[in-house]
C-alpha cells in the first residue's frame, strides 16, 4: 500500500500569456529527503486560453 502526498503549486503570470513556476524543484526534493517519490504534476487550474495556472504534485511513499 502506498501513501500519497499533494502539493499545489500556482504559476505566477508574466506577461499575460507566459508564467514561471519556481518553487517546484525544493519542494521535490524536500519530499525525496523525507522518503517520498516524485509520480506526476497534474494542471488543476487554466486560464481562459488553457495554459496550465496551478498544478499538484502528486508524491508517493510505501507505506511499512
Not at 521535490?28 to 517519490?37: L, M, S
Amino acid at each position: 500500500m502506498y501513501q500519497y502526498e499533494f502539493v499545489t503549486i500556482n504559476a505566477e503570470a508574466k506577461k499575460l500569456v507566459m508564467g514561471t513556476i519556481t518553487e517546484h524543484q525544493e519542494i521535490i526534493n524536500d519530499y525525496g529527503k523525507k522518503g517520498y517519490r516524485f509520480v506526476t504534476a497534474i494542471p488543476v487550474e487554466t486560464n481562459t486560453n488553457g495554459y496550465p495556472r496551478k498544478f499538484d504534485l502528486v508524491f508517493e511513499k510505501e507505506d511499512k
